[in-house]
């Protein structure tokens, strides 16, 4: 079956502008989760969403940050002002349910570079 | 905090080579370990998982890993390497029960360059 789709896979944008991820997760996951991975800091946690339940925003990095899931399914990344530093890939994981006995499953991440 | 050390940045190995791999975790209770494989340009796929048990697991493309609480490790290894191992390799822990028990948290990882 299909997996996880992310769009854009490569976004070129300059600093100062507001840019949108796009995560499409497996059919039937109900958690879906965003990392980041950059050079520097390696592969770190951003939000958790499972189901109807809050997400869990303990890992963006700051308020410019901000993500939502319509309808249980699709979900976007929004950062706004873009700076340097957000320049990173940014991968989407979903899985069955948010447990940790379940395989989070990886899109191929969206590179983000900003100029 | 859990925390995961991968200590080797980058390693070199001749095909048909035996390859082990070193992963330490830092974490009070249990963990849930995992070894992930990305291959350039793709996302991050599954090799192996150690939830309880044997602590010898089996994964996908002939890779193992063996669990050791004593020296809270997780390597993962494989007896003949194959020229399309070349990717980079990451092991990762989250908490096995509890809140927040589905935050992976991953180690720096390990470039695997596999030699003709």
């Known amino acids: 079956g299909a997996g996880v789709s992310q769009s854009p896979s490569n976004k070129v944008t300059e600093k100062g502008k507001d840019v949108e991820l796009r995560c499409d997760p497996i059919?039937?996951?109900?958690?879906l989760y965003w990392y980041r991975q950059s050079l520097g800091q390696g592969l770190e946690f951003l939000i958790y969403?499972?189901?109807?339940?809050?997400?869990?925003k303990s890992g963006l990095p700051s308020d410019r940050f901000s993500a939502e899931r319509t309808g249980g399914s699709v979900s976007t990344l929004t950062i706004q002002r873009t700076q340097q530093e957000d320049s990173a890939v940014y991968l989407c994981?979903?899985?069955?349910?948010?447990?940790?006995?379940?395989?989070?499953?990886f899109g191929p991440g969206t590179r983000l570079t900003v100029t | 905090a859990q925390s995961v050390t991968q200590p080797d940045i980058h390693i070199t190995v001749s095909e048909g080579a035996s390859l082990e791999l070193r992963c330490n975790y830092s974490?009070?209770?249990?963990?849930?370990l995992f070894w992930y494989v990305q291959s350039p340009g793709q996302g991050l796929q599954l090799l192996l998982k150690?939830?309880?048990?044997?602590?010898l697991v089996q994964g996908i493309k002939g890779f193992e890993a063996e669990f050791k609480r004593s020296q809270s490790s997780f390597n993962l290894r494989k007896p003949s390497v194959h020229w399309s191992d070349a990717a980079e390799y990451f092991c990762?822990?989250?908490?096995?029960?509890?809140?927040?028990?589905?935050?992976?948290?991953f180690g720096k990882g390990t470039l695997l360059t596999v030699n003709p």
């Open positions: 994981a979903s899985s069955l349910t948010g447990t940790s006995s379940y395989e989070q499953y």
């Open positions: 059919s039937g996951h109900t958690a």
């Open positions: 969403f499972q189901g109807n339940s809050a997400p869990d």
């Open positions: 974490y009070g209770a249990t963990p849930y």
């Open positions: 150690y939830f309880s048990g044997d602590t």
């Open positions: 990762a822990v989250v908490r096995g029960s509890g809140g927040s028990n589905y935050k992976l948290t």
